[in-house]
């Protein structure tokens, strides 16, 4: 556990401390008034207002279109399903840079709306709740599919024998085993609009703002440190609510239900209805999902002969110190170096956290891990600059801030992909190779390695496409001459100019591929037969 809390305590709890002291904190005393006095503004209170109402209306609008594609994926068999199943998961592993200039393209100006019919949706909160169902749709579809996929159908078939209508057997039978699921994925989907920032920070412009938006606004452009602490208490106080009522429900989740095996529930459809279903599921990932994409792929070779790509090889009339090209060996740089960082770091917390021996001060740091995700990146990223500032920590000169910042985004993922398998491995293994001469370092080489070799690759995976997508903390301190892609991204889309936006088309598709490329490599590794995250 050395290493895993030594990482944390340096660069989370130091420089999120820093940053709250340094607005809470003055003339040798702790001002919380401050926190009375910021709620209190009118400005603040419609940017508290908006987070949760676009939280709640994107979990519902997000519940209420992938249900169906969830029964869709448990029930039915049809070709190609492996394909599209892996096509719904491509909106969630890309970065929220990405997923903004997908829907930019779709319903801002000049995308495929405003030509074919003259509509806008950029300047109206619909276009960041499709986007939020875009980006949120694959979490409903695995996480209630997968369950629903396992339950028995026989249950509900004996409910309809004895004279119950379908739709009363799906609600006294169905509905009651799927709660738990729906509730963890409706607190996920929540949790992730709750602390949106890169799709409110290019859809919703000047009129729409998030707390993570307003936390950014209030640093990088008015340097209001102590209204951006205020806010990073209050995103805080609410995401730990979040995140202990999720894992409540997932305790409830793993109580005993009467599971069959996935495979033997699919059916190939029969009846109008049922076709019809698959129908309406099938237009609406194409419609969803399938056609941001390809207008951003489209857009991005609107100009001849491949004009916004052969501009991104030079920094002429840019805000880059560098070809904008060179975001992408920036960003396959840091994200390799986060990985590393991410797998050794996780992976060591999570092997002392599978011990049965365990202290209860080494449990709770499991709890612990999962706190860079319901931190604002913006406030950690602006805290690595204010702490990390000093010597023996005066790293923000350095390349490696990029990926620590990254790679505590990271850990949460690598520890809950490993931990599972680790658990599983059965001790008596370990003390029977100890019993025969066996180092601890080689009983880790030779009996845990070989059973964990392909979670650790997943992990990883997940890591580096995690890593590659981050924006929030990376907008703060990448430097001008070593941009990642996100926020390459991010600054072209802020500047007037077809070209520029042609440019930021192309670097979303590059950005598109590589994270595609990354789901592909983990869907071959992934052993999960259950269809869940």
Same mark, same amino acid.
């Given at each position: 556990?050395?290493?895993?809390?030594?990482?944390?305590?340096? !660069?989370?709890?130091?420089?999120?401390?820093?940053?709250?002291?340094?607005?809470?904190?003055?003339?040798?005393?702790?001002?919380?008034?401050?926190?009375?006095? &910021?709620?209190?503004?009118?400005?603040?209170?419609?940017?508290?207002?908006?987070?949760?109402?676009?939280?709640?209306?994107?979990?519902?609008?997000?519940?209420?279109?992938?249900?169906?594609?969830?029964?869709?994926?448990?029930?039915?068999?049809? *070709?190609?399903?492996?394909?599209?199943?892996?096509?719904? /998961?491509?909106?969630?592993?890309?970065?929220?840079?990405?997923?903004?200039?997908?829907?930019?393209?779709?319903?801002?100006?000049?995308?495929?709306?405003?030509?074919?019919?003259?509509?806008?949706?950029?300047?109206?909160?619909?276009?960041?709740?499709?986007?939020?169902?875009?980006?949120?749709?694959?979490?409903?579809?695995?996480?209630?599919?997968?369950?629903?996929?396992?339950?028995?159908?026989?249950?509900?078939?004996?409910?309809?024998?004895?004279?119950?209508?379908?739709?009363?057997?799906?609600?006294?039978?169905?509905?009651?085993?799927?709660?738990?699921? &729906?509730?963890?994925?409706?607190?996920?989907?929540?949790?992730?609009?709750?602390?949106?920032?890169?799709?409110?920070? @290019?859809?919703?412009?000047?009129?729409?703002?998030?707390?993570? &938006?307003? #936390?950014?606004?209030?640093?990088?452009? #008015? !340097?209001?440190?102590?209204?951006?602490?205020?806010?990073? @208490?209050?995103?805080? =106080?609410?995401?730990?609510?979040?995140?202990? &009522?999720?894992?409540?429900?997932?305790?409830?989740?793993?109580?005993?239900?009467?599971?069959?095996?996935?495979?033997?529930? +699919?059916?190939?459809?029969? $009846?109008?209805?049922?076709?019809?279903?698959?129908?309406?599921?099938?237009?609406?990932?194409?419609?969803?999902?399938?056609?941001?994409?390809?207008?951003?792929?489209?857009?991005?070779?609107?100009?001849?002969? !491949?004009?916004?790509?052969?501009?991104?090889?030079?920094?002429?009339?840019?805000?880059?110190?560098?070809?904008?090209?060179?975001?992408?060996?920036?960003?396959?740089?840091?994200?390799?170096?986060?990985?590393?960082?991410?797998?050794?770091?996780?992976?060591?917390? +999570?092997?002392?956290? /599978?011990?049965?021996?365990?202290?209860?001060?080494?449990? $709770?740091?499991? %709890?612990?891990?999962?706190? *860079?995700?319901?931190?604002?990146?913006?406030?950690?990223?602006?805290?690595?600059?204010?702490?990390?500032?000093? *010597?023996?920590?005066?790293?923000?000169?350095?390349?490696?801030?990029?990926?620590?910042?990254?790679?505590?985004?990271?850990?949460?993922?690598?520890?809950?992909?490993?931990?599972?398998?680790?658990?599983?491995?059965?001790?008596?293994?370990?003390?029977?190779?100890?019993?025969?001469? %066996?180092? *601890?370092?080689?009983?880790?080489?030779?009996?845990?390695?070989?059973?964990?070799?392909?979670?650790?690759?997943?992990?990883?995976?997940?890591?580096? +496409?995690?890593?590659?997508?981050?924006?929030?903390?990376?907008? !703060?301190?990448?430097?001008?001459?070593?941009?990642?892609?996100?926020?390459?991204?991010?600054?072209?889309?802020?500047?007037?100019?077809?070209?520029?936006?042609?440019? +930021?088309?192309?670097?979303?598709?590059?950005?598109?591929?590589?994270? %595609?490329?990354?789901?592909?490599?983990?869907?071959? =590794?992934?052993?999960?037969?259950?269809?869940?995250?």
């Amino acid at each position: 556990m050395a290493l895993p809390v030594a990482f944390f305590g340096l !660069f989370f709890a130091y420089p999120v401390a820093a940053i709250l002291a340094r607005g809470l904190y003055s003339g040798g005393g702790w001002h919380f008034g401050r926190l009375f006095d &910021v709620l209190g503004q009118s400005g603040i209170r419609h940017v508290l207002w908006f987070t949760t109402w676009q939280a709640l209306a994107s979990t519902a609008l997000t519940l209420l279109i992938a249900l169906p594609a969830a029964y869709a994926f448990a029930r039915f068999s049809f *070709p190609g399903k492996q394909v599209l199943r892996a096509v719904v /998961t491509v909106p969630f592993v890309l970065p929220t840079v990405v997923v903004g200039t997908a829907f930019l393209a779709l319903v801002g100006r000049g995308g495929l709306l405003d030509e074919l019919w003259g509509v806008r949706l950029d300047t109206t909160v619909w276009a960041i709740l499709l986007a939020h169902v875009f980006f949120n749709y694959a979490v409903v579809v695995r996480t209630v599919g997968g369950l629903w996929a396992q339950l028995d159908p026989r249950q509900e078939e004996a409910a309809r024998m004895l004279g119950a209508s379908p739709l009363r057997a799906w609600r006294q039978v169905t509905l009651p085993a799927l709660a738990p699921a &729906v509730a963890a994925a409706a607190l996920m989907v929540f949790l992730f609009t709750f602390t949106s920032f890169g799709v409110v920070q @290019i859809l919703g412009g000047p009129t729409f703002s998030t707390l993570e &938006v307003e #936390i950014y606004r209030q640093t990088s452009e #008015i !340097f209001d440190l102590s209204t951006a602490a205020v806010l990073t @208490i209050v995103q805080f =106080l609410a995401v730990g609510a979040i995140l202990a &009522v999720h894992a409540w429900t997932v305790r409830r989740r793993e109580s005993a239900l009467r599971l069959v095996d996935a495979a033997g529930t +699919a059916r190939r459809p029969h $009846g109008a209805g049922q076709w019809a279903l698959l129908a309406g599921v099938l237009g609406t990932v194409a419609l969803l999902l399938v056609l941001p994409l390809a207008v951003l792929v489209q857009r991005s070779f609107d100009a001849p002969d !491949f004009a916004y790509y052969r501009a991104l090889t030079s920094n002429d009339g840019n805000v880059f110190l560098v070809p904008p090209i060179e975001a992408v060996g920036n960003s396959l740089e840091y994200a390799l170096a986060a990985t590393v960082i991410a797998v050794t770091v996780g992976g060591l917390a +999570a092997a002392a956290l /599978t011990r049965r021996d365990a202290g209860r001060l080494v449990r $709770g740091f499991d %709890a612990l891990l999962m706190l *860079p995700l319901g931190v604002s990146a913006v406030t950690v990223g602006f805290g690595f600059l204010i702490a990390l500032d000093e *010597p023996p920590l005066d790293l923000r000169a350095t390349w490696i801030l990029v990926p620590l910042a990254q790679a505590l985004v990271g850990v949460p993922f690598v520890v809950r992909t490993m931990l599972p398998v680790l658990r599983a491995v059965d001790d008596r293994l370990r003390e029977a190779a100890a019993v025969l001469g %066996a180092s *601890p370092w080689r009983v880790w080489r030779e009996v845990d390695l070989p059973m964990v070799r392909r979670a650790l690759l997943v992990a990883a995976g997940f890591a580096f +496409a995690v890593s590659l997508g981050e924006f929030g903390a990376t907008v !703060f301190i990448a430097r001008p001459d070593n941009p990642t892609l996100p926020v390459a991204v991010a600054r072209l889309l802020g500047r007037a100019g077809e070209l520029n936006y042609g440019q +930021a088309m192309a670097l979303s598709t590059i950005l598109m591929l590589v994270c %595609a490329i990354a789901l592909l490599v983990l869907e071959r =590794l992934r052993t999960d037969r259950t269809g869940e995250f």
